[in-house]
T-cell receptor, first 114, second 109 residues
Framework: DAMVIQNPRYQVTQFGKPVTLSCSQT?????MYWYQQKSSQAPKLLFH???????NEADTPDNFQSRRPNTSFCFLDIRSPGLGDAAMYLC?????????????FGPGTRLTVL | GQNIDQPTEMTATEGAIVQINCTYQ??????LFWYQQHAGEAPTFLSY??LDGLEEKGRFSSFLSRSKGYSYLLLKELQMKDSASYLC??????????WGAGTKLIIKP
């Protein structure tokens, strides 16, 4: 089945220790997104790629970076995680960026910062 | 600024009908989505409306009024598995999704 895969599902890191979250997709979609979601809050868009074109949201902290080495894979790097970065990180894809293009989400990575 | 408002929490009874409202103020409009999100899981797509009116899909229906900046999600014949958060999201003029914080729906037997 075509899908969006995120690894790991649960990640524990130490305060200040870099961490990388990964996402892959078999849908062959052009657009990939990274969201941060905290409990009972709306998903917050961090980055998105249209093909290889990188788009950084204006309020995404410099502590967060992203890479998309090819169509199928996307990575989220958190350079120095703080306690406030503990959240669910959701990867999503869409076929295109038209209004009707629904986003397909991976299962998420829950990040704990100790 | 851009804003999506929906109730924080609602409670309904198994077998009943519930309506979850969403109002929005966005820079441009290219459609409104409803997603379902079970606790600790990723959102899954339920519906998309871009024209005024009602879209029916099984037990779920979604309504849109663009002039009022208003949508609702109607869930019929509620089942316990419908206990989840329901998120409203609007595609703005740049096709970026503006998300609401979600409505937590609690179903009681």
């Amino acid at each position: 089945d075509a899908m969006v895969i995120q690894n790991p599902r649960y990640q524990v890191t130490q305060f200040g220790k870099p961490v990388t979250l990964s996402c892959s997709q078999t849908l062959n979609h052009n657009v990939m997104y990274w969201y941060q979601q905290k409990s009972s809050q709306a998903p917050k868009l961090l980055f998105h790629y249209y093909d290889k074109d990188f788009n950084n949201e204006a309020d995404t902290p410099d502590n967060f970076q992203s890479r998309r080495p090819n169509t199928s894979f996307c990575f989220l790097d958190i350079r120095s995680p703080g306690l406030g970065d503990a959240a669910m990180y959701l990867c999503a894809t869409s076929r295109d960026q038209g209004g009707s293009d629904e986003q397909f989400f991976g299962p998420g990575t829950r990040l704990t910062v100790l | 600024g851009q804003n999506i408002d929906q109730p924080t929490e609602m409670t309904a009874t198994e077998g009943a009908i519930v309506q979850i409202n969403c109002t929005y103020q966005t820079s441009g409009f290219n459609g409104l989505f409803w997603y379902q999100q079970h606790a600790g899981e990723a959102p899954t797509f339920l519906s998309y409306n871009v024209l005024d009116g009602l879209e029916e899909k099984g037990r779920f229906s979604s309504f849109l009024s663009r002039s009022k900046g208003y949508s609702y999600l109607l869930l019929k014949e509620l089942q316990m598995k419908d206990s989840a958060s329901y998120l409203c999201a609007v595609a703005d003029s740049n096709y970026q999704l503006i998300w609401g914080a979600g409505t937590k729906l609690i179903i009681k037997p």
